[in-house]
């Protein structure tokens, strides 16, 4: 029994004692609610077990609850809402339960509506957008590709950024906040809170069974000698690619071609296809299949591969 139920049973053995007909509590959260706010209507705020409490009779049948925490001798006045012999309590009652069923199922209503970005997915972000490509992360890379000191940052999209700083924005972003991504001057935070949002998407932007697919593909194109039948083979790779999700498949073409522009600044900022690679092909793809854990290990650094190879080959990938 928690905390709140054996107040709300203590109260009601009062209750029973003091012979009244009827009584309810309220949560401190009903105090929103549109047609409480009345005199007989008062609140009642959760209280550690080891408080006393005390009756005191007020005019107009109300009884005040005066309820002291012991540890800190702080004193709450509360009021439990009841009038003796009231013939209508029930029915205020009942409307009572109406109301506050209508108001939770209100707030769950913009719950479900409301633009969250981080634990999403990408077929519901754009969907929210009304876009091809989330705007979150048009936002965040369009803010590092048109920096060029940005862009030639050493270790880019492999040092971390501090992440109170990356919480923070996550917060701002999911909240609709984009324009606070504008003030933010350290790349690397910005690099960061893009690692994220692929790491904490409920579903991954590459399906793992279509990075199997690519994995076999690679193989089979890495015994190839000549050079033209190689960029043939390529073709089907794009095809693999092309049965993904729409939106899935725009965000992932816009992120490889940014990654694309990076390695060709990787002399100077030190970041070429393979560890670009490292960095984010972890987040781009994983299994939700936890009872199918064979050679883990071996298909990771397999899809790390893949990662780098379409980074190499975006330009020749769309069909």
């Known amino acids: 029994m928690t905390e709140k139920e054996k107040i709300e049973k203590y109260l009601f053995n009062k209750r029973n004692k003091s012979n009244l007909n009827a009584s309810f509590l309220h949560d401190n ?3 929103s609610l549109p047609g409480l706010q009345t005199k007989r209507r008062k609140l009642i705020k959760s209280v550690s077990l080891d408080s006393n409490v005390s009756e005191q009779k007020k005019e107009n049948n109300e009884v005040i609850l005066r309820i002291e925490n012991s540890r800190s001798g702080t004193v709450f ?4 809402s009841t009038s003796e012999g009231d013939p209508n309590l029930k029915n205020k009652v009942t409307n009572l339960g109406k109301v506050r069923k209508q108001w939770i199922q209100e707030m769950l209503s913009k719950v479900m509506k409301s633009k969250r970005v981080f634990g999403s997915t990408i077929s519901a972000i754009v969907k929210a957008d009304g876009t091809g490509i989330p705007k ?3 936002k965040c890379i369009s803010l590092i590709a ?19 700083t990356i919480q923070s924005l996550r ?3 999911d909240q609709g906040r984009l324009i606070k991504l504008d003030l933010e001057k350290n790349v ?41 039948q190689k960029e043939k083979s390529i073709e089907t790779v794009g095809q693999i690619i092309s049965t993904i999700q729409q939106a899935n ?30 960095m984010l092909g972890p987040t781009l793809s994983w299994t939700q299949d936890l009872n199918n854990m064979t050679n883990m290990t071996s298909m990771m650094i397999k899809q790390n591969n893949v990662v780098g190879c379409l980074i190499r080959d975006c330009k020749q990938l769309r069909i």
């Open 146 to 164: 048109d920096n060029p000191s940005h862009m030639n940052s050493e270790g880019l999209y492999r040092r971390n950024g501090i992440m109170a």
């Open 249 to 278: 498949r725009e965000t992932l073409f816009f992120l490889l071609e940014h990654l694309y522009a990076v390695t060709v600044l990787s002399d100077v900022n030190q970041m070429n296809t393979e560890n670009l690679a490292m």
């Open 188 to 228: 690397h935070i910005l690099t960061g809170l893009i690692k994220l949002f692929f790491r904490e998407l409920s579903s991954p932007l590459i399906p793992w069974a279509t990075i199997g697919k690519l994995v076999d593909a690679y193989d089979k194109i890495s015994t190839i000698t000549d050079q033209k």
């Open 171 to 173: 917060f701002e972003v």
């Open 77 to 80: 006045p509360h009021v439990r």
């Open 136 to 138: 979150f992360l048009t």
């Open 29 to 31: 959260w009903l105090a």
